[in-house]
């Protein structure tokens, strides 16, 4: 028996939930996040505060949906099936660049909510997710791993793995994205290549 699919959301939902997101980083692009109140979104989106409401018991709640939604999406754009088969290696590095291929298409709430120090929900969410990565990249790697080899513990190097990531995507992000999604994703792996035979991600 096939599992049901996740029930999709009535399209008049999305759309009232997409125009509260787009009013709340227009606003905070404009002002700190203490002065945005539901009155300010609400009427930035046209829609009356009860509107509100129906979707988001207040702003902190609206943030937190936000970020599950986030999170979502990157692990949707990662998890599409891999280009050709190639290494392990290959496979993470095609599901960098769509992470970051991702974060470009949406390039102005990133902007924001990634390049803002003023929401870090978001960063942390994104760093939870990276360190789950970097986490299950080293199960798969086990004991032969040139990091377990080193007696390098392994929270260090999901620390540092999650952070150097993390690190430099923000970093992307607040200098306006100059370099490509593919070319940022090559070059980040050159440098864990020239760190570790083998990599933690």
């Excluded at 990157?74 to 095609?94: E, I, V, Y």
């Excluded at 929900?121 to 790697?141: A, H, N, Q």
């Excluded at 952070?163 to 980040?188: H, S």
């Amino acid at each position: 028996m096939k599992e049901s699919a996740k029930p999709r959301t009535d399209p008049r939902i999305v759309r009232t939930r997409q125009l509260l997101k787009d009013a709340f980083i227009d606003l905070l692009q404009e002002m700190e996040i203490e002065k945005i109140s539901v009155n300010r979104i609400a009427e930035r989106a046209t829609i009356n505060r009860v509107t509100f409401y129906l979707h988001y018991r207040d702003i902190p709640d609206m943030l937190d949906k936000m970020a599950d939604d986030m999170i979502e999406e990157f692990q949707h754009a990662m998890d599409r099936p891999p280009d050709n088969a190639g290494s392990l290696d290959d496979r993470d590095s095609q599901k960098l660049v769509r992470l970051l291929e991702h974060i470009a298409a949406n390039a102005k709430f990133y902007k924001v909510v990634l390049g803002s120090k003023r929401t870090p929900i978001f960063t942390e969410r994104l760093l939870r997710m990276l360190s789950e990565s970097v986490s299950l990249r080293m199960k798969e790697l086990g004991a032969d791993s040139v990091i377990a080899k080193a007696g390098i513990q392994k929270d260090i190097a999901i620390w540092y793995g999650s952070a150097a990531l993390i690190g430099t995507i923000v970093a992307w992000v607040r200098n306006d994205m100059p370099y490509t999604p593919q070319y940022l994703a090559k070059q980040f792996t050159l440098l864990r290549t020239h760190q570790f035979t083998e990599k933690p991600l």
